[in-house]
């Protein structure tokens, strides 16, 4: 709840500045939006061709019992445009930070070499970090409106607990480290530009 009330408050109070035509824009990811994650991005333009990003995501909500994907997120992301800022292709360099507690989910899959069926008997919760490159683009929709496109790779580090369920809280490792490189980031943005 501290996440939403911080962000409107920088909204209003970069609202209360000023906002000049085609330099602030703000935006939801449809795509944590479909897994009631709570998030809100901000985007300033810092020259003609340059953005500055900045994204966050929440999710506090236990599945059912027994069931765990809670986390937060931060990703900001400067961002180079081709066209006009806010419009057509772009590439981006991010940087995201966060915090998980996930487990108990019935996941039978594997991809990019991580076995995500271990999420149905364990519980793990740890943080990580990284940073990647992305590439994406802005397709405008009307006057103040655009759907926003992007898929980032690069780097994640993440130090965690591992639990023996995930309802429970023996703990049956500490301090496990990971190293990942794969996708970093995936968007599709529903924008609107002041």
């Known amino acids: 709840m501290r996440i939403k009330t911080y962000l409107l408050l920088l ?3 970069l609202f209360a500045m000023g906002a000049k035509a085609q330099s602030i824009a ?4 449809l795509l944590y939006d479909a897994t009631a994650t709570v998030n809100a ?4 333009g810092l020259a003609p061709k340059w953005t500055l990003d900045l994204s966050g995501n929440f999710n506090a909500w236990e599945i059912s019992e027994g069931k765990k994907w809670k986390h937060w997120m931060a990703q900001p992301e400067a961002r180079y445009w081709f066209c006009d800022r806010f419009s057509r292709h772009f590439v981006g360099v991010h940087a995201l930070g966060g915090q ?7 996941t039978d899959f594997k991809i990019f ?7 149905k008997d ?17 397709l405008i929709l009307g006057k103040h409106w655009n759907m926003e496109f992007e898929v980032g790779v690069g780097y994640i580090y993440t130090k965690y607990d591992k639990f023996e369920c995930a309802g429970c809280g023996k703990r049956v490792g500490t301090d496990l480290e990971k190293h990942f ?3 970093t980031k995936g968007a599709i943005n529903l ?3 002041f």
């Open 41 to 44: 991005g901000i985007e300033f």
């Open 181 to 183: 490189f794969g996708p």
């Open 113 to 119: 070499g991580k076995d995500f069926s271990k999420l």
């Open 11 to 13: 909204f209003f109070a």
């Open 191 to 193: 924008v609107y530009v």
């Open 122 to 138: 364990s519980r793990y919760q740890g943080l990580f970090a990284g940073a990647g490159v992305a590439y994406g683009y802005a």
């Open 100 to 106: 998980y507690n996930v487990g108990g989910l019935d």
């Open 26 to 29: 703000v935006k939801t990811n």
